[in-house]
């Protein structure tokens, strides 16, 4: 019992860490915190949590079988820089408007749009697997953080999760609080182009990643 708790910890302390990197979850999520409101923002935050359970239970259960698969995970990586970059140019040339605080009850939620959105973004990152693969394998060497039991598989796959909802909600509760400074980079007339240039450098970095294989 106290593994299967460790266990859980560990991975859900790793998953949050991990998520610390400035990806395309996270800036969306920061962005519809501003411009949408929180209950948008919570959605967009527990999809992009979505893949991090997918993901670790494939490192868990077809770890061996996709390492004979390695053009898979290179297909994900080309998506995922096509996606950051339509987004980038999106962005780019989205027209800048005067944005005011909106409460949530005035916003039109459309739960599942949200939700999927926030699950396409992270689902094309083409890190999580070989990341969760990983950390897996540094677990199985540690002794008290085997991942024998189906018990404890499942609590490594939950902590994933968690930690990487866990971030997000954080995020979220941090720019919603301090919203009126974060509004005055959004009314900034180059905050789209800015915003763009982070997807983009994102993108080259992929691109940097993807040749030096």
């Known amino acids: 019992m106290i593994s299967i708790l ?15 990197q400035l990806g395309p979850v996270n800036l969306f999520v920061i962005n519809s915190t501003l411009q949408s409101g929180r209950k948008t923002a919570y959605y967009i935050a527990i999809g992009g949590c979505l893949p991090e359970f997918i ?56 739960p599942m749009q949200h939700i999927f959105k926030g699950f396409s973004l992270a689902a094309l990152n083409p890190q999580l697997l070989p990341f969760w693969m990983f950390v897996q394998v540094y677990f199985n060497s540690t002794k008290f953080l085997e991942i024998q039991s189906n018990l404890q598989k499942f609590s490594y796959i939950l902590g994933a999760g968690v930690g990487a909802f866990i971030l997000l909600a954080l995020l979220l509760q941090i720019v919603s609080k301090y919203k009126q400074i974060f509004l005055r980079y959004l009314n900034n007339k180059y905050y789209f182009k800015a915003l763009s240039l982070l997807f983009f450098a994102i993108a080259g970095h992929q691109i940097w990643l993807l040749i030096g294989l």
Do not use: M, P, R
Request: hydrophobic share 60%.
């Open 55 to 110: 993901y670790c239970a494939l490192a868990v259960f077809a770890n061996s079988y996709l390492l004979n698969y390695e053009w898979l995970i290179i297909t994900f990586k080309i998506a995922f820089i096509v996606v950051l970059i339509i987004v980038g140019l999106v962005f780019y040339f989205k027209k800048q408007s005067s944005v005011t605080i909106k409460n949530d009850i005035h916003v039109t939620q459309k």
């Open 6 to 20: 460790l266990i859980f910890i560990f991975s859900c302390l790793v998953s949050l860490i991990g998520s610390l």
